[in-house]
Structure formats: structure tokens, C-alpha cells
């Protein structure tokens, strides 16, 4: 790899103390910026040096980048063009020789808070261990969560009598679709079905102390959750679980607690509605319940983990998120809260989820500030919230997402009963009559979470018909996209065109565009193969029918689910490999006929991305008049693409070296 990036001296990083609160921790660097001035040649203007991968539509390679001292991007071109006429004043920053300057990365679909929170887990966190190429930890120990019964019994609890009967044991990451179940524990006996089907049961003979406080583990699908006896005894009124019913929220989000034969909670819990109950009679000093109580308080409470986490986004390139999913009024508040933290590295844009957004009467925001003629100002990190999300479906390798044939697991696997799957709507219909009241305001962009082909029919369904009765200009996004067929993918490239047509009537022409949780492949792809057989898991994720259908495609972390590691995003969409669990030894390509190009790929972490949120105008190329949010990266990814005899294997293992957010680095990284 090649040296370090080479920065003008008058510019010098400044080391802040790190300390347990959020706000020095994140207190990365002084400014250097001159006073607002008008003109490229004058004081607080910057020029960036060497090969520069710009992501515009015509693949243009630049070699020179000029940036005013708001972070407006001035010129792009040759290096004799860009110099011409500019005087000493101008700081430069060098690129090392092999280095590439890119659109800083945007993950289009994630989730902020909880994957913050995901960070103070400790054994608490049961997540299977990635394939080699992809662990954030190589040396970690993965025995202890290479089944289910060992990832529960590897729980370090605190004795009910140290810390209170009532407090809630949270786990998080457990994941039965790449788990084995292995009877040799002595905490239980069984298959992954029967795991399933009770696992109540086992979180009582294996969780340390679930005789003595309740317990909720989280799936790391998101779209499931185990809990015991104790935990019902917390949410049921006077503790009485026999005949207690859940909240009406629960199903009125599509949620359920799943009844055996008898009646009888199961411990199992399907949809996030169904958490809510559990996530509300937590003590109110964890911070998975602050999430929900006082998120503003998780904002300024901070703490060393939560900063790391914040960190490792940034050591990855990224530069911009959406969070797909903000459920409430205080949690818009505590993100946008984070983005006014002093250093914070990246820009958040928010989309709200659509009861939440009703139940406010909520109006969609944008960027308070815009760097342009007339405003003196630079591009502020919150960008506000201007997108509405429902979840169509739940999770593929949970075996809730909506399918249109059945999971194909044999007897004893963890679908082995899950049928076709299903929607957190009964109807197309249904999804209309809930969307109808925004999507007639005409100022909101949509993204609908659907996984299985069945939701993603639905989905298309509901577009269409919404589109009928009016028409919105806004850009809809399908969150995951992830089980293909060909026609799915020729419809939306007809919606796209003015070409669609529902109920024998024509549809007029809407913007939508799609986003893959290319992890799928790469962590559970062998798993999917399985459930859903070979020929459907080689079409997950179908960029080639997105290519030949002209949808645009991103690629997302949808993270808790998956890191956040843009490159490794893009090495997964051009290679397709996939591994076998629990051991690894079993590698091949899913798919591949729907490997995506490199920069395909690039395309989809910078410019397509910032287009599925409306910010292109601002970010996600590197354009005269846009912002300048750069990564600078220790090699050229378009070196690794096999069109060209590279080893795409390696794009993972390229350096971040820097990232910058208008043209002012976001501390220091390598």
C-alpha cells in the first residue's frame, strides 16, 4: 500500500484528550478555516492533488479538485486547469503517489441508534463470527457463539441479587440461520426447529440467572426476538401470564407473540412491535430503553464504546447515512443532537417511520443551509428528515419475509414451518389506505422495506395504485429488494419509464430506485440456499436484471444487521462469494450472473445512493457547485475489477485514508 496522504503544514491535525463524554471524545479537530471570503484564490480555498475517481455520469477521472472555504466545490479537471490563476494563499493537499480521492461513502439504509447500542454489548452480543475475509477482529474467538446453545450460554449476567430481579438480561445477534444447534452443551436437546418452536425453554436452561430476571434476545435479523417466562411476568398485567393478552400496538404493527397449541407464549416474538412492550418495562438506565425514553439523553450521555462505534463508521469511509427507520419524535431529535456534537465525522439524513410521522403530523425537513450563491454558510450534518418507511415484510433468513413459493427447509430446519412467510400487511390495499394521507402531500419521498418477492409484489401494488389516484414526483425506494425474478425487476423498470400499468390502467411514470443488503451473499447466502433452494438463492439481490431493467441500484450495511464497511460492500457485489457456517470451509459464488461491475459498485456506496435520498444535487459525485465530502483511499479500486486482470478479492483490503467533510478533514485516520 502506498504512504501516508501529504497535508499542507499550515493546516496540522490537533490531538483533543479523550475522556468519558461524548463531546470531548468526539472533538476531533480545530479548525484551520479562514474567514468567509468570495473567490477561488482567496484565503481558506483548498486544491486537492492526484488521481480523482469523480462518480460522475460520464466516469470521469480529474486530476485536481478546487474547494472554496464553505466546502462548495469550484472546479475539477486537469491539474494545469485547476492551478491556472490561483496564488500562493490556496492550501494544497497532496496526494501520495498509488492514493485515489473518491465521493466520501454513503450507506443509503441503516440504523443509527441501535447500532450504537449494539456497541456496549459485550458478551452480550451473540452475532456469529464473519467469513475470514470480512471479520473486524480477526484474532476474535468465534467457538463460544458458533452455535446457538453455547452463543446463550456464553452470557456473562449479573446475579439478580447484585443488580435487581427486575432488570432485564438484553442480547442481541443471535442468529438461528447460521447458528448450529449443538446438543453437546447440556443446556438442551433438539434442532434448530425445536429451538424455534420453544425457545423459551432454552433461554431458561442456557441464559446464565433467566430463572431470576427476565431475558430478551434479540435476532440479528431484527425482525424477531426470544424472551422467558420472567419478561412476560414484567410486560402482563400484575405479573399474571396466563390469559394476558399482548398491547393492541403489537398487531397493529404487524407484530405477534407467538401461542403454541395450548395457547401458550412460546417465548417467540415476530416484528419489532411485538419488542415494544418488552423494551418499555426495561429500567430506564439502559441504553437500549433510553433508545426509546429519552434518546436525546443517549446523545449527550455518549460514552467510550458509542464513540468507537461512531469512529469505525467513519474509519470506513462513510460520510453520509440514512437512517431508515426513526420511530419517533425524540429520536429525530437525538440523532440530529449527534450530528451537532463538536467533531461529529458524517452527515445523517433521517426517514421516519410512517405511524410515527402521522401521529406527529409530522412535515418533511431538509439541510437548514445550503452552500450557494447568496449563503454564507456550509452544509450542516443533519439533513434533515424528508423520507417516510414501512416495513412491508419481515426478514428473509428469519423466514418472515414474503415469499411467493414456499421456504424450502426440510423437517428440523428453522423455516421448516414458516410456509410462504409473512407481510405485516393483509393486502396491498392495506398498505395503500396507510400511505394515502402522506403520499397526497406530495413532499415526501417513500421507502418500503420489502424482502421476499411476494412483499415486493405488494409493494409495487401499492405504489401503483397510489400513483393512480395521484401523482407524487418524489423518488420511492425498495429497502433490500432481495429475492429476484425477472418480471419483478421488468416492473419496476416500467414504473420507471411511464410503462406501468395496474388493474388495466396505466401508471404514470415514478422514480423508483432499489437498495441491496449485498451482505445477504457474502454472510448468508450458503444459508439461503437451503431455504429457499438453489435456483431462487443464486437470484438474491439481481443486479443484472437491475442493469438490464435501468434501475439504479445501491448497496447498504442495513446495519445492525451487517457492519458498515462501504469496500467490502463493493468487494462482495463484484465477487458473489459466499461461505458455509460454522466453519468456513465450504466457499463458492452465488449468483453469478448478477455480479456487478467495480464501478458499479462504487457507484452504488457514493452518486446513487445521495440520487435515492434527493441529495445529488449537494453530494455522491464529485461536481462543480456540489460539496465537497471526499475519502481518500491508499489504492484504485477500478485496478481490482477482473475486467481488467485484478483480483477483486482484495478490495477489502484497501485503506481508508482520510475523509472529508467540505473539504476539512474529519480528524486523523492513518
Known amino acids: 500500500m502506498s504512504g501516508p496522504l501529504r497535508r499542507d503544514a499550515s493546516c496540522p491535525p490537533r490531538a483533543f484528550p479523550r475522556?468519558?463524554?461524548?463531546?470531548?471524545?468526539?472533538?476531533?479537530?480545530?479548525?484551520?478555516?479562514?474567514?468567509?471570503?468570495?473567490?477561488?484564490?482567496?484565503?481558506?480555498?483548498?486544491?486537492?492533488?492526484?488521481?480523482?475517481l469523480t462518480m460522475d455520469d460520464k466516469g470521469t477521472i480529474a486530476e485536481a479538485v478546487l474547494v472554496d472555504d464553505r466546502g462548495q466545490?469550484?472546479?475539477?479537471?486537469?491539474?494545469?486547469?485547476?492551478?491556472?490563476?490561483?496564488?500562493?494563499?490556496?492550501?494544497?493537499?497532496?496526494?501520495a503517489p498509488g492514493q485515489v480521492l473518491m465521493p466520501g461513502f454513503f450507506d443509503p439504509h441503516m440504523h443509527f441508534l441501535p447500532t450504537l447500542l449494539q456497541s456496549v454489548l459485550g458478551t452480550h452480543d451473540l452475532a456469529p463470527c464473519l467469513p475470514p475475509p470480512y471479520r473486524v477482529d480477526p484474532s476474535a474467538d468465534c467457538r463460544p457463539r458458533r452455535d446457538i446453545l453455547s452463543a446463550l450460554s456464553s452470557m456473562k449476567v449479573e446475579d439478580a441479587s447484585a443488580i435487581g430481579s427486575d432488570v432485564f438480561v438484553l442480547g442481541m445477534n443471535l442468529d438461528p440461520s447460521r447458528q448450529t444447534f449443538d446438543n453437546t452443551t447440556?443446556?438442551?436437546?433438539?434442532?434448530?426447529?425445536?429451538?424455534?418452536?420453544?425457545?423459551k425453554f432454552y433461554l431458561e436452561a442456557c441464559v446464565p440467572k433467566a430463572k431470576e430476571r427476565p431475558v430478551l434476545i434479540v435476532d440479528q435479523s431484527g425482525h424477531l426476538a426470544y424472551v422467558n417466562q420472567k419478561a412476560f411476568e414484567a410486560v402482563c398485567p400484575n405479573g399474571v401470564v396466563k390469559g394476558c393478552k399482548p398491547p393492541e400496538s403489537v398487531g397493529k404493527g404487524g407484530g405477534e407473540w407467538v401461542t403454541d397449541a395450548d395457547g401458550n407464549f412460546t417465548g417467540l416474538l415476530r416484528e419489532s412491535s411485538a419488542f415494544g412492550p418488552f423494551m418499555k418495562a426495561m429500567q430506564q438506565n439502559l441504553p437500549m430503553t433510553l433508545m426509546h425514553s429519552d434518546p436525546v439523553k443517549l446523545a449527550e450521555q455518549g460514552g467510550a464504546e458509542i464513540d468507537r462505534a461512531i469512529m469505525a463508521l467513519r474509519n470506513a469511509g462513510v460520510t453520509t447515512i440514512a437512517d431508515g427507520g426513526l420511530q419517533s419524535v425524540g429520536q429525530i431529535n437525538a440523532v440530529k443532537r449527534f450530528t451537532e456534537l463538536p467533531g461529529f465525522p458524517f452527515r445523517i439524513t433521517g426517514v421516519v417511520v410512517a405511524d410515527a410521522a402521522m401521529e406527529a403530523g409530522l412535515k418533511p425537513t431538509a439541510p437548514a443551509c445550503e452552500p450557494k450563491a447568496g449563503n454564507d454558510c456550509a452544509l450542516p450534518k443533519w439533513l434533515g428528515a424528508g423520507g417516510i418507511k414501512i416495513w412491508v415484510d419481515g426478514s428473509t433468513q428469519g423466514c418472515t419475509a414474503k415469499l411467493d413459493s414456499p421456504y424450502?427447509?426440510?423437517?428440523?430446519?428453522?423455516?421448516?414451518?414458516?410456509?410462504?412467510?409473512?407481510?405485516?400487511?393483509?393486502?396491498?390495499?392495506?398498505?395503500?389506505?396507510?400511505?394515502?394521507?402522506?403520499?397526497?402531500?406530495?413532499?415526501?419521498?417513500?421507502?418500503?422495506?420489502?424482502?421476499?418477492?411476494?412483499?415486493?409484489?405488494?409493494?409495487?401494488?401499492?405504489?401503483?395504485?397510489?400513483?393512480?389516484?395521484?401523482?407524487?414526483?418524489?423518488?420511492?425506494?425498495?429497502?433490500?429488494?432481495?429475492?429476484?425474478?425477472?418480471?419483478?425487476?421488468?416492473?419496476?423498470?416500467?414504473?420507471?419509464?411511464?410503462?406501468?400499468?395496474?388493474?388495466?390502467?396505466?401508471?404514470?411514470?415514478?422514480?423508483?430506485?432499489?437498495t441491496h443488503l449485498i451482505g445477504h451473499v457474502a454472510y448468508w447466502g450458503d444459508a439461503f440456499v437451503g431455504m429457499l433452494g438453489?435456483?431462487?438463492?443464486?437470484?438474491?439481490?439481481?443486479?443484472?436484471?437491475?442493469?438490464?431493467?435501468?434501475?439504479?441500484?445501491?448497496?447498504?450495511?442495513?446495519?445492525?444487521?451487517?457492519?458498515?464497511?462501504?469496500?467490502?460492500?463493493?468487494?462482495?457485489a463484484v465477487t458473489r462469494r459466499t461461505w458455509s457456517y460454522p466453519d468456513f470451509t465450504n466457499t463458492y459464488v452465488l449468483g453469478a450472473q448478477h455480479a456487478a461491475t467495480v464501478e458499479e459498485a462504487l457507484r452504488a456506496i457514493t452518486i446513487v445512493p445521495a440520487r435515492h435520498h434527493e441529495l445529488d444535487k449537494l453530494i455522491g459525485s464529485i461536481e462543480p457547485d456540489k460539496v465537497a465530502d471526499f475519502v481518500v483511499l491508499s489504492a484504485n479500486p477500478l485496478d481490482f475489477d477482473p475486467a481488467k486482470k485484478g483480483d477483486p478479492t482484495k478490495i477489502s483490503q484497501i485503506q481508508v485514508i482520510q475523509t472529508y467533510l467540505n473539504g476539512r478533514p474529519t480528524g486523523s485516520q492513518h
Not at 466545490?73 to 492551478?83: F, N
Not at 447440556?186 to 425457545?199: D, E, I, L, R, V
Open 408 to 514: 424450502q427447509y426440510l423437517e428440523g430446519g428453522h423455516c421448516s414451518d414458516a410456509g410462504e412467510g409473512r407481510a405485516d400487511y393483509d393486502s396491498a390495499q392495506a398498505i395503500v389506505d396507510q400511505l394515502s394521507p402522506l403520499w397526497n402531500q406530495g413532499t415526501w419521498r417513500f421507502n418500503l422495506h420489502a424482502n421476499g418477492n411476494g412483499a415486493n409484489t405488494w409493494a409495487l401494488d401499492a405504489l401503483s395504485r397510489l400513483q393512480q389516484a395521484k401523482e407524487n414526483p418524489r423518488r420511492v425506494l425498495l429497502i433490500h429488494n432481495t429475492v429476484g425474478r425477472p418480471a419483478l425487476s421488468k416492473r419496476i423498470g416500467d414504473l420507471r419509464k411511464g410503462a406501468g400499468v395496474m388493474d388495466g390502467n396505466p401508471v404514470s411514470a415514478l422514480d423508483v430506485q432499489v
Open 186 to 199: 447440556g443446556c438442551g436437546k433438539g434442532g434448530p426447529a425445536s429451538f424455534m418452536t420453544n425457545p
Open 73 to 95: 466545490i469550484l472546479k475539477v479537471g486537469t491539474a494545469h486547469e485547476v492551478q491556472k490563476g490561483l496564488d500562493t494563499s490556496v492550501q494544497t493537499v497532496q496526494l
Open 19 to 52: 475522556g468519558s463524554k461524548l463531546v470531548a471524545a468526539l472533538a476531533l479537530l480545530s479548525s484551520c478555516a479562514a474567514p468567509i471570503e468570495r473567490g477561488p484564490a482567496r484565503p481558506g480555498a483548498t486544491l486537492f492533488l492526484g488521481k480523482v
Open 534 to 572: 438453489q435456483e431462487a438463492a443464486s437470484e438474491i439481490d439481481p443486479i443484472a436484471y437491475d442493469r438490464e431493467n435501468e434501475v439504479p441500484f445501491s448497496l447498504h450495511s442495513d446495519s445492525m444487521v451487517t457492519p458498515t464497511r462501504p469496500l467490502w460492500f463493493v468487494e462482495q
